[in-house]
């Protein structure tokens, strides 16, 4: 599992600060992956309702008035640059299950994903 949010800061616009457990800090613009996809981001597209952006402690993630939140994985590799490290099962259940036909642990190894 890697580090989650434990503090947020509204920089203005879609720009957000993001502090995490491991002491990681750094700034994320939120700006295309909310203006103009509709559904539960629209109210997003509203700074000031963007603006009251909240940690959920439970979650270790933000979260939004609206309750929209966003994978705390993803948070922090979009701050790092580093990729998600996702383990072959998972996803092979996901993305390859038909492909695969079973599941056979020697083939289980680990696979990079970048995030965003």
């Given at each position: 599992?890697?580090p989650?949010?434990i503090?947020?800061?509204?920089l203005?616009?879609?720009r ?5 457990t ?11 992956r ?23 402690p ?5 979260v939004?008035?609206n ?12 701050v790092?640059g ?23 642990p020697t083939q289980?190894r680990q696979?990079?994903r970048?995030?965003?």
């Open positions: 599992m890697l989650r949010v503090q947020v800061r509204h203005g616009e879609y957000l600060e993001l502090c995490f491991d002491g990681t800090k750094g700034e994320i613009d939120f700006k295309e909310v203006v103009g996809r509709g559904g539960v981001f629209s109210p997003l597209e509203n700074i000031t309702f963007f603006g009251q952006v909240k940690v959920d439970e979650a270790g993630t933000i939004f008035p309750e929209v939140d966003f994978c705390p994985d993803v948070l922090y590799s979009l790092t580093k990729p998600i490290r996702v383990l072959a099962p998972a996803y092979n259940a996901i993305f390859r299950r038909a492909s695969l036909g079973r599941h056979d289980w696979v990079e970048g995030g965003g």
